[in-house]
């Protein structure tokens, strides 16, 4: 393995309750549900979304302290689509970023720089 690469680890494990998982990363725990049962926890797919969109918020904070951007806020607001006869398959995932701070031009570099990333 190359010396410059950095992991990253997330274990989950199932429960006693069916469709309820554990998981942990690093020193974190936090339990993931089935969208199915027992439907209690973020599901799945909500934590799946939340990782992309976390991530877009960080990228774009760093892209902005790096370009010099001034950033008061950012919501990466995400919506994935679903078919009924295929429940378990994305349709389409559409990510809206939306800034305060930026002009509408220094919006749109980041967005790029998000996008190119």
Known sequence: MSDDLTPTSVTSTS?????????SARHNHFVID???????AVSTGESFLAGISACGVTLVQG???????????????????????????????????????????????LTEIWKSR
């Open 15 to 23: 429960t006693e309750t069916t469709g309820r998982v554990l998981n």
């Open 34 to 40: 089935s969208p199915y049962e027992p439907a209690e």
């Open 63 to 109: 892209a902005a302290r790096d370009e010099e951007i001034p950033l008061d806020r950012l919501s990466v607001q995400i919506t994935s689509w679903r078919g009924d006869a295929k429940p378990f398959d994305f349709d389409h995932i559409d990510v809206e970023l939306i800034y305060t701070g930026p002009t509408l031009e220094q919006a749109e570099t």
